[in-house]
């Protein structure tokens, strides 16, 4: 089945210790988004991929990058990590270019623990 | 920048009772409306949208209605069950030159008493 894949499911880390996190997909999809969401909360968009072009949201920190080495695969790499990021993490993706309404498909997330 | 706002927070309704939560958005450029039901721990999944064209749109238990004029949309929840307990959110999308962006709710925590 086509689908959006984020590993690891769960992952721990230590306050500033670098850390990333995977999303690979199997639509083809040519535009790949990054959430934060933390409890409670609507997701957070952080940044999003429409091809190889990166697009950032003003409010996100210079903490987060990413990275899209090629159309399944975005990572979201946190470069030191704070007590303040742990949060799931949900990687989309869409295709405007076919698609006339942004219908987005949600990976299962990645559950960041800092300690 | 475009706002999506969502109400109640947080509703508690008995089993097999009706459920309606409001959302209202600012950008009449908005042309897509999903909606998204979230279990813990789980990812946002969608359980109906309503599209610009459209004033209602029915799935089993599940209708949206959309009003482009208010800019207002509603989901129902008919005959709930215990099931349904979850977080809801709204969320509005245009279409960009680009790319597209979903504006979320604030989030609905629904809860349905035995």
């Known amino acids: 089945d086509a689908m959006v894949i984020q590993n690891p499911r769960y992952q721990v880390t230590q306050f500033g210790k670098p850390v990333t996190l995977s999303c690979s997909q199997t639509?083809?999809?040519?535009?790949m988004y990054w959430y934060q969401q933390k409890s409670s909360q609507a997701p957070k968009l952080l940044f999003h991929?429409?091809?190889?072009?990166?697009?950032n949201e003003a409010d996100t920190p210079d903490n987060f990058q990413s990275r899209r080495p090629n159309t399944s695969f975005c990572f979201l790499d946190i470069r030191s990590p704070g007590l303040g990021d742990a949060a799931m993490y949900l990687c989309?993706?869409?295709?405007?270019?076919?698609?006339?309404?942004?219908?987005?498909?949600f990976g299962p997330g990645t559950r960041l623990t800092v300690l | 920048g475009e706002n999506v706002e969502q109400h109640p927070s947080t509703l508690s309704v008995q089993e097999g009772d009706s459920a309606v939560i409001k959302c209202t958005y600012s950008?009449?450029?908005?042309?897509?409306f999903p909606w998204y039901k979230q279990e813990l721990g789980k990812r946002p999944q969608l359980i109906i949208d309503?599209?610009?064209?459209?004033g209602e749109k029915k799935d089993q238990r599940i209708a949206v209605t959309l009003n482009k004029t208010a800019k207002h949309f509603s989901l129902h929840i008919t005959e709930t069950q215990p099931e349904d307990s979850a977080v809801y959110f709204c969320?509005?999308?245009?279409?960009?030159?680009?790319?597209?962006?979903?504006?979320f709710g604030s989030g609905t925590r629904l809860s349905i008493r035995p």
């Open positions: 989309a993706t869409s295709d405007p270019t076919r698609q006339l309404y942004n219908e987005q498909f």
């Open positions: 969320a509005a999308s245009k279409r960009y030159s680009s790319a597209s962006k979903i504006i």
């Open positions: 991929y429409y091809d190889k072009d990166f697009n």
């Open positions: 950008d009449s450029a908005s042309n897509y």
């Open positions: 309503i599209r610009s064209n459209v």
């Open positions: 639509l083809n999809h040519n535009v």
